[in-house]
C-alpha cells in the first residue's frame, strides 16, 4: 500500500503545473526554480555566506580603525597640589620663616598625535597659578609651543611607522577573498544541488516510463494468456518484472525528495513551506558546450586564475603581509635613535592677562634640541630571533604560492581535457540512448503484430534504460567538471554576474557586500 501510494505521488507530482517565481508561490503546491533564482536566494540568506559576509566588513573596519593611529588628539589636563613644610636653617636664613606652604594649580590645553613618519608631537598651552608663603598674591606661569620627537633609526625605516597599517590592509585583501572563497563554494553546492535535483527528476521520469512499458507488457500477457497463447508462469515472470521497476520508481521518488531536501537546506529562505515540492526548469545538457573552444577556456583559465582565484589571492596578499612583517622587523634590528625639539614663549605676571600679554611680546622665547641613543646592551635578542622567524614566514609563504599555482594550474589543465572527453562521452550516450529507443519501438510494434514476446520487450527496455542512466551519468559528470573548472579559476561569481574586474582589482557587486535587506 505505502509503495502504491508512493507511485501516485511520483505520477501525480509530474503533472504539476508551472508556478510564479519564488516571492510568490507560497500557496502552490510545486516550485519551478531555475538556476539563477537558486543562486540568488542563496547569497542573499544562506547563513555560511552571512557569516563570511560579517567576518569581511569586520576586517574592512578593523583596517579603517588603523588610521586611528595617526589621529590628533585634544588633551586638556588638570592638577592641584598643595605643600606644607618645614624649612631648614638655611632656608630659614635665605626666608626668613620657620615654615613655608604652596598652593598651585596647572592647566594644560593642546593637541597631540603622530606623524606618518613614526614621529610625535604636542602643540599646545600651558598655565600655572602659584601662590606661596613668599609671595604678596599669585603669580601666573604660561607657556605656548611645540614638542616633537622623530625616530632616525628604528621605528623611521623600511617603512615601520605605517607597518601596522599595511599589515592590516593586507589583512582586509584577505578577509575579501576568503568572503568570495565561502561565496563560490556555496553558489557551487547550490549548482551541484540544483542539478542533483533535476537528475533525480530524469531518473524519476525515466523510472516512470519504465512503470508504464511494464503495465502494458502485463496486459499484453494476460491477453495472451487468456488466447492460450502463453503460460502462467511467463505471466508470473511479467509481474515480478512490473514489481521490480516500482521498486525502482520507488527509489527513484525518495531520490527526489532527498535532493529537495537537500536544496532547501542550502537556500534557508523560510518563504518555502518544508512539504513544499521544489523542481529544476532548466535543462540540464549544458548549453554553453555549444560554443566550447578548448584553446580560449585554457586562455581565459590560466589567466583569470592568477587574477581573481581566491585561493591563489589569499596566498599572494599572505606573501604581501609577510613581507610587510620583515620590513618592520629588519626596522627593529637597527639602535633607537631620536631627536627631539621644542620652542615656544613663555609669560610671567600677577594675572593671567599680563602674563599672555607677555607670551605675545615673543620676549620671552624658549627652545631645545637634541638627540637620543638607546642600544641594547645584549644586540637586541628579541629583535634578532623576530626578525630570523620573520625571513621564514616569508620563506613560507613562498612556497604556499607556488604550490598553490601548479596546484591550480595543472587542475585546470586536467580539467579541460576532463571536459572536452566527457563532451564527446555524452554525444556518444545520447547516440545510443536514440538507438535503444527505436530498438524499444520496434519490438512494441512486433508485440502489437504478435511476432515479440515480454522477455524481447524487457530486454530492449533495459537496455534502452541502461543508456539512459549513463547518458545521465555522463551529463552529470560533465556538469560538475565544468563546476570544478570555473571553481579552480575563479569564476564562479563572474559567470553569475556578481563581481567584475576594475583595472587589476576584483570589485564584488554592491548586493553581495551589503546583503540582504
Known amino acids: 500500500m505505502i509503495r502504491f501510494q508512493l507511485i501516485v505521488f511520483a505520477l501525480i507530482g509530474s503533472l504539476c503545473l508551472a508556478v510564479p517565481p519564488l516571492a510568490s508561490a507560497d500557496e502552490q503546491e510545486g516550485l519551478d526554480l531555475t538556476l539563477d533564482q537558486v543562486v540568488q536566494d542563496v547569497v542573499l540568506h544562506n547563513p555560511l555566506v552571512r557569516e563570511a559576509r560579517l567576518q569581511y566588513l569586520i576586517s574592512r573596519n578593523e583596517a579603517g580603525a588603523e588610521w586611528g593611529t595617526f589621529e590628533p588628539e585634544l588633551v586638556a589636563r588638570y592638577d592641584r597640589s598643595e605643600l606644607e613644610r618645614e624649612n631648614n636653617t638655611l632656608q630659614v636664613l635665605q626666608l626668613f620663616s620657620d615654615d613655608f606652604w604652596e598652593k598651585n594649580d596647572e592647566y594644560g590645553l593642546g593637541i597631540e598625535g603622530t606623524f606618518l613618519s613614526g614621529g610625535t608631537y604636542r602643540i599646545g598651552y600651558s598655565l600655572n597659578r602659584m601662590n606661596n608663603s613668599e609671595t604678596d598674591g599669585r603669580e601666573y606661569e604660561t607657556f605656548l609651543g611645540i614638542s616633537a ?159 581573481a582565484q581566491p585561493d591563489f589571492m589569499m596566498r599572494l596578499e599572505e606573501l604581501q603581509r609577510e613581507r610587510i612583517i620583515l620590513g618592520f622587523q629588519q626596522d627593529q634590528r637597527l639602535p633607537e635613535l631620536n631627536l627631539k625639539g621644542s620652542a615656544g614663549f613663555n609669560g610671567l605676571g600677577d594675572s593671567l592677562g599680563e602674563s599672555m600679554e607677555k607670551i605675545g611680546s615673543f620676549d620671552y622665547p624658549a627652545w631645545s634640541v637634541g638627540l637620543e641613543l638607546r642600544i641594547p646592551v645584549l644586540l637586541g635578542i628579541r629583535e634578532k630571533y623576530g626578525l630570523e622567524a620573520a625571513i621564514l614566514k616569508g620563506k613560507l609563504a613562498e612556497a604556499r604560492l607556488e604550490a598553490m599555482e601548479y596546484e591550480i594550474m595543472n587542475s585546470i589543465e586536467t580539467l579541460l581535457l576532463k571536459v572536452t572527453t566527457l563532451r564527446s562521452r555524452v554525444e556518444n550516450a545520447h547516440k545510443v540512448v536514440e538507438f535503444r529507443e527505436h530498438m524499444l519501438e520496434t519490438e512494441l510494434s512486433r508485440m502489437e503484430a504478435g511476432k515479440s514476446n515480454s522477455q524481447l520487450i524487457y530486454a530492449a527496455e533495459e537496455k534502452l534504460t541502461e543508456a539512459r542512466r549513463w547518458e545521465l551519468e555522463s551529463i552529470a559528470a560533465l556538469r560538475e567538471a565544468m563546476m570544478q573548472l570555473a571553481y579552480f579559476r575563479g569564476s564562479v561569481l563572474l559567470d553569475q554576474g556578481f563581481e567584475r574586474i576594475e583595472g587589476e582589482q576584483v570589485v564584488l557587486s554592491e548586493q553581495l557586500l551589503m546583503g540582504a535587506p
Open 149 to 307: 620627537e622623530q625616530p632616525l633609526l628604528k621605528g623611521f625605516t623600511h617603512g615601520a611607522p605605517t607597518a601596522g597599517l599595511r599589515a592590516a590592509r593586507q589583512d582586509r585583501f584577505v578577509a575579501f577573498h576568503s568572503y568570495r572563497k565561502q561565496l563560490m563554494e556555496t553558489v557551487t553546492m547550490a549548482e551541484s544541488a540544483y542539478w542533483n535535483l533535476a537528475f533525480a527528476q530524469e531518473e524519476l521520469r525515466m523510472m516512470s516510463d519504465s512503470v508504464d512499458i511494464a503495465r502494458k507488457i502485463l496486459e499484453d500477457s494476460r491477453e495472451r494468456v487468456k488466447a492460450g497463447k502463453m503460460t502462467e508462469l511467463d505471466l508470473m515472470e511479467t509481474e515480478a518484472e512490473l514489481h521490480v521497476r516500482l521498486s525502482q520508481l520507488a527509489d527513484a521518488e525518495q531520490n527526489l525528495f532527498d535532493s529537495m531536501v537537500q536544496l532547501k537546506l542550502l537556500l534557508f529562505d523560510t518563504r518555502i513551506r518544508p512539504d513544499q515540492r521544489l523542481m529544476a526548469a532548466d535543462p540540464t545538457v549544458p548549453t554553453a558546450l555549444e560554443r566550447w573552444n578548448p584553446e580560449e577556456e585554457r586562455d581565459f583559465s590560466l589567466t583569470w586564475a592568477l587574477r
